[in-house]
């Protein structure tokens, strides 16, 4: 267990540079690349959304062919989430930027917040990643405790048990929460406008009405809730496990400092508090679904850059750390990251010598 007090910016008087980590980028012609392919990507991807929904609609009139198009549809809707969605809002789809703006929309389609993505996930969790207090990814209270100084509570001992299936409730549980957020009193300096609240509350019902309204207009409506509830588990158990994956596990670690981490130890400490996941050979249709979630060290460094551009800038990364002496996070599998965040959901959830 690896538990970082303050995150060091030296190893062995070396110094993790800015400028070393930036030409690591991709240079224009292979941006432009991996836009293309990004763009190539997500066209792919509507297909295989609406070709799914279309076909539950319509031609749906059994389980044989109700199951394996909700299979479909919830990989698709996966591949949106973490292929077009995350990629969207943090604005790695070129210009213009309302490419950018339109396709960050699949956020609120999907039933969560494209503005509380961007405040919370691009804004806390990259400017402040693993910094309790700070980081709203890690918070998980009181259901999960994922860091050492997070609170116990007695029921944390089973947490490596019921939080996989309370994964599985991300998506209906952002569905309510984001509104609530709204009218809660907040410390935050940003805070929603009125057409950010529209928004918000129109991507809910849009949600709604392609989701349950329109589904219900052709089918029972408890065979409409029965898929819908499935298909919604299985989407928010997949993304939460994959999000979960690069900074709550065994390999990084985390900071109790309150205050944002900026300045010139950034770098560094995005390289602590990360961890890729190793998705080539048989593995490789994972990590074609994992979007850039299986290289979240070069996300970090770069999230800028769209998710096909992360591979190539790998290999820069690494030797970067390796000429600073810095170590480079990397499960060897997908099961390993998945294996190295159960041990962490059990490590945290031992009684903590405090407590007797």
């Known amino acids: 267990m690896n538990v970082l007090e303050r995150p060091q910016i030296e190893s062995n008087n070396r110094v993790l540079s800015a400028a070393a980590i930036a030409a690591c980028k991709p240079d224009p012609m292979t941006g432009r690349r991996a836009v ?34 909700a299979g479909v549809l919830v990989v698709a809707l996966v591949a949106t989430g973490t292929g077009v969605m995350h ?34 996930h691009n ?35 089973y947490q490596h048990i019921y939080m996989w299936p309370l994964y599985g409730f991300l998506a209906m549980r952002m569905l309510v929460s984001d509104v609530s957020s709204v009218f809660e009193r907040s410390d935050s300096p ?8 529209v928004e918000l509350v129109l991507g809910k019902l849009l949600h709604i009405a392609w989701a349950v309204a329109i589904p219900m207009v052709f089918h029972p409506w408890w065979l409409v809730l029965v898929f ?6 299985t989407v928010g158990l997949i993304l939460a496990t994959f999000f ?15 205050t944002p981490r900026r300045g010139n130890d950034f770098s560094a400490h995005q390289l602590e508090t990360t961890a890729n996941v190793h998705t080539s050979g048989i593995s490789r249709p994972v990590g074609w679904l994992m979007g850039g979630l299986n290289h979240q060290i070069e ?23 390796r000429a600073h002496q810095i170590a480079y996070h990397v499960h060897p599998t997908f099961w390993a990251a998945v ?18």
């Open 87 to 120: 990629d969207a809002n943090h604005g790695a789809f070129g210009r213009p930027r309302s490419i950018n703006k339109t396709l960050a929309f699949t956020a609120d389609v999907l039933g969560a917040s494209s503005w509380f993505w961007r405040h919370k």
């Open 228 to 233: 819908y509830f499935a298909c919604s588990w």
């Open 339 to 356: 294996r190295s965040h159960a041990r962490w959901l059990r490590e945290m959830g031992r009684r903590p010598p405090a407590f007797g």
């Open 36 to 69: 293309r392919r990004l763009r190539a990507k997500t066209v792919l991807i509507g297909v295989m959304v609406f070709g799914s929904y279309f076909g539950l609609l319509f031609l749906a009139d059994g389980p044989w062919l109700a199951i394996p198009l």
């Open 190 to 197: 940003r805070r929603p406008s009125a057409r950010d609240i």
């Open 299 to 321: 996300h970090h460094l770069a999230p800028g850059v769209p998710h096909p551009a992360y591979p190539e800038m790998a290999d820069c990364v690494r030797d970067v750390c």
């Open 244 to 258: 979960q994956l690069a900074h709550c596990n065994d390999l990084v670690g985390f900071a109790e400092v309150s």
């Open 123 to 157: 804004g806390l969790h990259h400017g402040n990643t693993n910094v309790v207090g700070v980081d709203t990814d890690i918070e998980q209270m009181p259901f999960a405790r994922l860091a050492p100084a997070q609170t116990w509570k007695p029921w944390h001992p």
